[in-house]
Nanobody, 125 residues
Framework: QVQLVESGGGLVQAGGSLRLSCAAS????????LAWFRQAPGKEREFVAG????????YYPDSEKGRFTVSRDYSKKTMYLQMDSLRPEDTAIYYC??????????????????WGQGTQVTVSS
């Protein structure tokens, strides 16, 4: 089993920054893929960024390239999401997820079998 706990969410003004953290515990996941998703009220959960735990290869949807940066600290078993130039439309609950079967960083929730509880990010205009 893998446990994921997000933190770092909060209220920020448009144009500001936040850094989310996802602390992992449980069995080793050297060959996992990790990702950040978000879900706004009334919308589907969408892929925000992903990273392979072992190689640190990063992936982003075209819409977020340049504003969000995903990284991981191997020794702390923690993944981060640095979010800059935040917009009101970034308001959502942000979740981290782990794919324990392979290192594919998929954009669909179907690729991930472990999820955190989420952290709220609210961007005011």
């Amino acid at each position: 089993q893998v446990q994921l706990v997000e933190s770092g969410g909060g209220l920020v003004q448009a144009g500001g920054s936040l850094r989310l953290s996802c602390a992992a515990s449980g069995r080793t996941f050297t060959y996992y893929a990790l990702a950040w998703f978000r879900q706004a009220p009334g919308k589907e959960r969408e892929f925000v960024a992903g990273i392979t735990w072992n190689g640190g290869n990063t992936y982003y949807p075209d819409s977020e390239k340049g504003r969000f940066t995903v990284s991981r600290d191997y020794s702390k078993k923690t993944m981060y999401l640095q979010m800059d130039s935040l917009r009101p439309e970034d308001t959502a609950i942000y979740y981290c997820a782990a794919n324990s079967h392979n290192t594919v960083v998929g954009t669909s929730i179907k690729h991930y079998d472990f999820w955190g509880q989420g952290t709220q990010v609210t961007v005011s205009s």
